[in-house]
């Protein structure tokens, strides 16, 4: 055997020497091939080696890096597939700068601590496993080390000159911050890794010269980021000197402004969204509020009582003096400090001294009230206990929002989380999922009867749904194919929890959603077990939970009721899980994956025995096993491989009870002994009961001597003023010996009179209505100071006070009044108040005084907090946070000095962002010396005035959230801010004039306040976006302040008054504000856009007329003049806003009736020109089909407004009887050009105090309807269709005066006898053709004035001598004066027929008929221009109430206008070329007219270009005020 072993020894050495000398065989052939290469003999390599400066090495089996000693100038060295496993020999080679070992098997970086020079490494294509030994090669600029096997970026932090790193086909998966240092990094290769988060890429943007990236090289695979929605954007967006994205060129302008576009409107929307979270924790916050007021108001009515008895007593007690001291004591409920002698108001007949059983009686009932009233007590720690818990979980939810939200913005929305309703299927699901996974028996014994849901959240995780279906995939790319038909069967919807002893729930949840569950290798690192752990079963997986919050829950047990349970609300995560080959464990088995290799998961079956720390009871059955797929049993799993569970939802529940004591505490009731009235009542009716005593109002020297019984001032050291009501005590200071003092029960606001008193050492002023302690002066030796039930607010106002005028005082109770932030009250007090030995019936810690005092001196802006809470970076960071800058940059990027550290003289000029967040500050003080001050954060702090900051000129965000800011005054230098949060403060109004001065001011939240009107908010032109929510904003008049904010696409007023008070208040606000894309937290949608125009296109209401008018002073408004405004509706109500108004002008508008001008009640003067009015009536609208009788009946024309029957003959007048009046001021109405075709249908018979009526421009063809206007003075029916008139046309216009018709059809002339009292008649441009037709003219028997030209019959004036004749009182025919001469003359021809005969063609022109010492018929004058009855109506307009008595004076202007031919060559027959209209304008609006002589005595008549048809003056425009 020996011989054996020795034989073998031999042959290994042989054939270890044969390889020996194979390997130097091999080494010295290389350095031949290496010296043929170069051009060196073999033989004289040793001296001519050291002028080589490159080396490459391309063939052969090089093992080793060898005779690199012969090259010590070497510069450039390659080596290039080799076998080479470590770089070595480079020991001789300083001067190195390039050095290539590629394709080499290396599996590590050394041996190159001396080449301190290289500037180059190229180590692709090898089995590196670790970037490390690169700490020397400080000068190293490109670093190639792609295709190897590097999990980690890590051993760069010494390379700051590195500018190419090459990082491709490797095994990464996150950056991190590993790459800060190579801040001159610019080219990166990271393709064929395995990145999968866009947060990993936001921290390459830290690397400001980073020109060049590739994540998905065509060379290697792509990362899995890559293929993520808006992946270029995101990195174009972070990167912003980017120029190569991918081998795409990047740096075009386009480019960085769309990606920065795209990435500012998704933070637009994810900061609205946030906005609406938080908006609606503060209404849960209200809500809750309110139900605690509610619930506290029987408590505390029943404390204040018993107090109140209590108080009595204990006076009453002080008269005995032996007992006195028994009863002196400090309750823990609160009750009032008995004072030694006190002096309290009682029955004189009654003596407690004399009665010794009365004084035990009195301590027996002082006992029983002070138990009702701990009692009372721990009724009112309950329900504030409840509100806290409300509030905690509310609070909880909405930051969980938040992040989810933050989670939405920061993957560009590859991770989207989906709140479900009750709508969705898959809500229905998870609910139906969770219900079923429940079993009662296991929570039996915690008295749970059932599970109520509420929140479901759906998870979308696009990189993580991609990686389960790749690696599922593969291991079914790796099965059978039987495998593959069943494996949906191993996919199971499993809970898991996060680890409740970490106590990071939710980091732990945002980091499973985001990131998916951890490795074997992470959890092992945490000291967690090495798989994931799951359940089928609600109870298994809660179990851990609960155990641990009912230990911390046994700790503390003094602050939880007995009936609260502590692990009501949970919330379990529900993932889809491929169990695979999945194998049974006991219970203590180790979970060593190495253990079974071939499994994906294992599973531990969960029996009854293993729930005992849930339920005490055994499930009366259960089945049996039939396999992992299927398994109704209650079973845990873990599973090995986190690329295998995929999570899908968030389920967020709450246990219920079955005699919840949480549903009795919010109602309300409650049957416990402290909740029963009668016990309180039979307490307080124990013997003895007090008689009631009378209240003092007032104190004079008399009563104050009289109530302590002294006889001088000087002798009271103790007053009891209990239970009066009391405002004043204008004497107390006189009493210089006073020790202690009561004023419990009084109607005190303020305690100015408590002043001066050098002996007070005890005062009681509980239960008043104190809102300050201002006035509390010089009270050095007070000790004791009761302030409970008050209404004190402002804890560092009051406590200055207290510090400056009770140095003494040791202890203090502030209990139950409404603090601001009283959650910081107490360290507020104890900070301020350094002597308090006890607070609120608490001793005060020296730990907690030492706090307080230490929060206190940190609360004033210095030196000291300006180092530690600035920054001076000077860019703001690119990332999708919706912190605010400074919020975001000072803990990131904090100061670069220390404390220890010298100071430049200029430090504070290089401040460019503070946080001062919830450090206590009062004051902005200390501010100015930052100049360069650009983003600044003052929230959660005690500011009350926004001042300081006028040197901070280059501001542009501030965010001064939650403090007790009252006014805006102090913005007014900031002309940079373009953002400003204000929320959570004191504000009332928006000062305009501080508004003024921000140009810039881009976005605005205001929400949290008191704000009542949008005044002021005008002036910000260039707002993006507002947030006002929550203030007190009720009119609609405030939403024409945003009209003006064009820019304006985000706005919030949920919570507003305004929002319920406004009918329709979305569509109302969408369409005065047509530019919002975002309404209230909800995008704006086209439809809405399109229902606004539809329900407020053309509607005018009161919040217009304030818009176009500039002023809401309805009331003073007297005309109203709207033209061309696209008027549909008119809504002007309420109509005593508009009491004054006198004059309407809506010319050209869309009116198809009066609409809302019905219910003016003073209107006089109504102008509707150019409209569509079809009736003063809106017509109703058809609900239901027409019949084929109705349809017949619309065709014809319908008498009454809403009535169908058929049109009136002729001879018929339209009922108006049954048709109340309306409009009973209006007197002038002007309807011209309005397509008017039918009269009666316009109800014009109900404005029966109607004086003028214009109609000129319509369709008329039949006068009809005017019935009710008796009181019509004008008529205007110029250029309509009117052929005839009707017997009942102007059948009640008894006292017409003035009627124009011109421009018609008319033939005939019938039917004016009604019109006795018409002066002035214009009938031309009508069809009157035979001369006889003006013989009907006879009836007017007051007709001055006549126009008939343009008429057949008017031709070559042969008819005016016959109407000069026949109309004796005529003195204007067609405009020309009829003289006394042409009157002579028509009676001379008339007298003497002859002279007509020799005129038989009526050809002869008229100027031929002359005789002697007569005027021609035409005379040559100007004809006289006078004032028509319009231009006696304008007075009213004017304010004129009345026509003109004297209406006979009125004379009137005609001019006339060509008329052309319709060929437009000659005038028909000698017919004038000329149409007489009358003009009514006075003053210098008449149109320059006259009458003109051509030589041949023809009348040319001037007349304006362009006709007026408005019948006001001044154009139709009314008066000026």
Not at 831 to 844: C, F, Q, S
Request: aromatic share 6%; with cysteine.
């Amino acid at each position: 055997m020996l011989q054996c072993n020795g034989i073998l020894l031999c042959i290994c050495t042989f054939y270890c020497l044969i390889v020996f000398f194979f390997q130097i065989r091999i080494l010295v052939n290389v350095l031949y091939q290496q010296c043929l290469a170069i051009g060196v003999s073999y033989d004289n390599i040793a001296h001519e080696g050291s002028t080589v400066s490159s080396l490459e090495i391309f063939c052969g089996g090089l093992p080793r890096m060898v005779g690199l000693s012969f090259f010590p100038r070497l510069c450039q060295f390659t080596v290039w597939g080799q076998n080479i496993k470590h770089i070595e020999g480079l020991e001789c080679c300083p001067l190195l700068r390039e050095l290539w070992v590629v394709q080499c098997h290396l599996t590590g970086i050394s041996g190159l601590q001396n080449c301190l020079q290289l500037e180059k490494l190229y180590l692709y294509d090898n089995q590196i496993c670790e970037i490390k030994n690169l700490e020397l090669q400080i000068n190293l600029e490109v670093l190639w080390l792609n295709n190897n096997c590097i999990t980690q970026i890590k051993g760069l932090n010494t390379l700051h000159n590195l500018k190419e790193l090459n990082l491709a086909d490797n095994n990464i998966e996150k950056i991190g911050h590993n790459l800060d240092p190579n801040v001159r990094l610019q080219n990166l290769n990271l393709s064929g890794n395995k990145i999968s988060s866009f947060k990993e890429l936001t921290l390459l943007s830290r690397l400001p010269h980073l020109r060049e990236l590739a994540l998905k090289d065509p060379m290697s695979t792509s990362n899995p980021v890559c293929l993520l929605c808006n992946y270029a954007t995101h990195v174009i967006y972070h990167l912003p000197g980017l120029q190569r994205l991918d081998t795409y060129d990047v740096f075009s302008k386009q480019v960085k402004e769309a990606a920065e576009s795209t990435v500012m409107k998704k933070m637009m929307y994810y900061n609205m969204r946030v906005h609406t979270a938080q908006r609606n924790l503060a209404e849960i916050r209200l809500s809750l509020m309110e139900r605690k007021k509610t619930m506290l108001q029987f408590p505390e009515e029943c404390i204040k009582t018993l107090n109140h008895a209590l108080k009595s007593l204990e006076g009453e007690l002080s008269k005995v003096p032996a007992s006195c001291k028994k009863s002196a004591s400090t309750m823990e409920d609160g009750s009032t400090h008995l004072v030694e002698g006190s002096i309290c108001r009682s029955d004189p007949t009654t003596d407690f001294s004399r009665d010794p059983a009365m004084e035990h009686k009195i301590l027996s009932k002082i006992e029983a009230l002070r138990e009702r009233l701990v009692l009372r007590t721990r009724r009112l720690d309950e329900i504030e206990a409840w509100y806290e818990r409300g509030l905690t979980q509310a609070t909880n939810m909405m930051e969980y929002t938040v992040q989810f939200l933050l989670m939405e913005l920061e993957s560009v929305g590859n991770i989207r989380l989906e709140e479900g309703c009750s709508k969705d299927p898959w809500f229905t699901s998870c609910c139906d999922l969770l219900h079923s996974r429940f079993s009662h028996s296991d929570f039996k014994v915690r008295n749970i009867a059932g599970i109520k849901i509420n929140r479901v959240i759906r998870i979308h995780n696009s990189a993580l749904r991609l990686r389960f279906e790749d690696k599922l995939h593969t291991l079914l790319a790796s099965k059978e194919s039987a495998s593959h038909r069943n494996y949906r069967r191993r996919l199971e919807h499993l809970f898991s929890i996060a680890d409740p002893e970490k106590n990071s729930e939710m980091e732990d949840i945002l980091c499973i959603l985001e990131e998916g569950f951890k490795t074997t290798k992470q959890n092992k690192a945490l000291e967690r077990e090495g798989a994931i752990p799951l359940s089928n079963s609600l109870s298994v997986v809660e179990r851990p939970r609960i155990e641990h919050t009912l230990r911390q829950a046994s700790q503390d047990e003094s602050k939880h009721s007995t009936h609260t349970i502590h692990f009501r609300h949970g919330q379990v995560i529900v993932s889809k899980v491929f169990v695979g080959h999945s194998m049974p464990i006991r219970e203590g088995e180790p979970l060593d994956r190495s253990r079974y290799p071939r499994a994906c998961s294992v599973y531990r079956n969960v029996d009854t025995k293993h729930r005992t720390a849930i339920s005490e009871e055994r499930p009366n059955s259960s089945k049996t096993h039939t396999g992992p797929e299927c398994s109704p049993r209650r079973r845990q799993w873990f599973v090995f491989d986190h690329e295998l569970v995929l999570p899908e939802y968030i389920i967020y529940f709450e246990y219920i009870t079955t005699g919840d004591q949480e549903q009795s505490l919010s109602s309300g009731i409650d049957d416990t002994p402290y909740n029963n009235i009668d016990l309180d009542r039979e307490v307080l009716n124990m013997e003895p009961v007090l008689k009631p005593q009378l209240r003092l109002l007032s104190l004079d020297d008399k009563i104050l001597l009289n109530v302590a019984k002294a006889n001088v001032f000087s002798q009271i050291t103790v007053l009891n003023l209990h239970g009066n009501s009391l405002t004043k005590l204008k004497e107390i200071s006189r009493l210089t010996a006073l020790r202690h003092l009561t004023i419990s029960f009084n109607r005190f606001t303020q305690l100015d009179d408590i002043s001066h008193m050098p002996n007070l050492e005890f005062l009681d002023a509980s239960y008043n209505c104190l809102v300050t302690l201002e006035g509390l002066r010089r009270l050095r030796q007070l000790k004791q100071l009761d302030l409970r039930w008050n209404m004190l607010t402002k804890a560092r106002e009051d406590t200055a006070v207290l510090r400056k005028h009770t140095p003494a005082l040791l202890k203090l109770d502030t209990r139950y009044n409404p603090w601001i932030r009283s959650k910081t009250v107490r360290m507020t007090i104890l900070g301020h108040l350094t002597t308090l030995t006890h607070l609120n019936d608490m001793m005060v810690a020296e730990e907690e005084a030492a706090s307080a005092v230490l929060m206190a001196a940190g609360s004033k802006i210095n030196q000291a907090s300006l180092l530690v809470h600035s920054s001076t970076d000077s860019d703001r960071p690119r990332s999708l946070s919706l912190l605010s800058t400074a919020q975001h940059l000072c803990p990131l990027s904090p100061a670069p000095w220390g404390l220890a550290r010298e100071l430049e003289l200029d430090w504070t000029a290089k401040i460019t962002a503070l946080n001062f967040d919830s450090q206590g500050i009062s004051k902005l003080i200390s501010l100015n010396k930052l100049v360069n001050l650009r983003w600044a954060s003052f929230n959660d702090n005690d500011i009350s005035k926004v001042e300081g900051l006028d040197s901070c000129l280059k501001l542009e965000e501030l965010s001064l959230n939650n403090n007790s800011i009252s006014t805006l005054n102090g913005l007014s230098k900031l002309h940079c801010l373009n953002k400003l949060s204000v929320d959570g403060n004191q504000l009332s109004s928006l000062d305009a004039s501080a508004l003024d001065q921000l140009p810039h001011l881009s976005f605005m939240s205001v929400e949290n306040n008191f704000i009542s009107s949008l005044h002021g908010i005008q002036r910000v032109r260039s707002l993006l976006e507002l947030y006002i929510g929550n203030n007190q904003i009720s009119t609609s008049r405030d939403i024409y302040y945003l009209k003006r904010l064009t820019n304006l696409i985000i706005l919030d007023l949920y919570g507003n008054p305004l929002v319920e008070k406004l009918e329709n208040y979305r569509i109302h606000v969408v369409f005065h504000l047509p530019f919002l894309k975002a309404l209230d937290g909800i995008a704006v949608e086209v439809t809405e856009c399109e229902n606004a125009k539809d329900m407020f296109g053309g509607r005018l209401t009161p919040d217009i007329v304030a818009e176009k008018l500039g002023h809401s002073n309805y009331t003073d408004i007297t005309y109203l003049t709207l033209q061309s405004c696209s008027i549909k509706m008119v809504d002007l109500s309420p109509a005593d806003l508009f009491c004054s108004l006198r004059s309407v002008n809506f010319d050209h508008n869309d009116l198809t009736s009066f609409s809302g001008l019905i219910y003016l009640p003073n209107i006089k003067a109504l102008c509707l020109n150019y409209n569509h009015i079809e009736s003063i009536l809106p017509r109703l609208k058809t609900q239901t089909p027409l019949t084929n009788r109705q349809i017949l009946y619309n065709k014809v024309h319908s008498s009454g407004y809403g009535q169908q029957s058929p049109s009136k003959g002729k001879g018929e007048a339209a009922p108006t009887g049954s048709l109340e009046p309306l409009m009973g001021s209006l007197e002038v109405l002007h309807l011209s050009h309005n397509g008017i075709s039918n009269m009666a249908n316009l109800q014009l018979s109900r404005l029966t105090n109607l004086k003028a009526l214009f109609l000129q421009g319509n369709e008329i063809s039949q006068v009809e309807g005017l019935e009710g206007l008796h009181q019509l003075r004008e008529l205007v029916l110029d250029r309509n269709r009117i052929k005839a008139l009707a017997d009942n046309s102007f059948i009640a216009q008894t006292v017409l005066l003035e009627l124009h018709i011109a421009e018609n059809r008319i033939r005939e002339l019938n039917h004016l006898q009604p019109l006795t009292e018409l002066r002035k008649l214009f009938l031309g441009m009508n069809k009157l053709q035979d001369i006889t037709e003006l013989d009907k003219l006879e009836v007017l028997p007051s007709l001055t004035e006549l126009s008939v030209v343009g008429n057949p019959v008017a031709k070559n004036s042969l008819h005016r001598p016959p109407m000069v004749l026949r109309l004796s009182r005529l003195q204007v025919l067609d405009g020309v004066m009829v003289t006394l001469e042409e009157r002579t003359r028509a009676e001379l021809l008339s007298a003497d027929p002859l002279a007509c005969s020799q005129c038989p063609g009526a050809s002869l022109p008229t100027t031929e008929i002359n005789l002697p010492e007569l005027l021609p018929l035409v005379p040559r004058s100007t004809p006289l221009r006078g004032m028509t009855i319009s231009g006696a109506l304008q007075n009213f307009i004017h304010g004129h109430d009345v026509l003109p008595s004297n209406v006979d004076e009125a004379q009137s202007h005609h001019t006339c206008k060509h008329k052309k031919h319709k060929h437009g060559n000659a005038v028909r027959s000698g017919q004038a070329d000329m149409t007489f209209r009358p003009i009514r304008r006075p003053g210098n609006n008449l149109p320059t007219t006259g009458l003109l002589h051509d030589g041949t005595n023809r009348v040319i008549v001037t007349h304006p270009s362009q006709e007026q048809e408005s019948r006001f003056p001044n154009g139709g425009k009314p008066p000026p005020m």
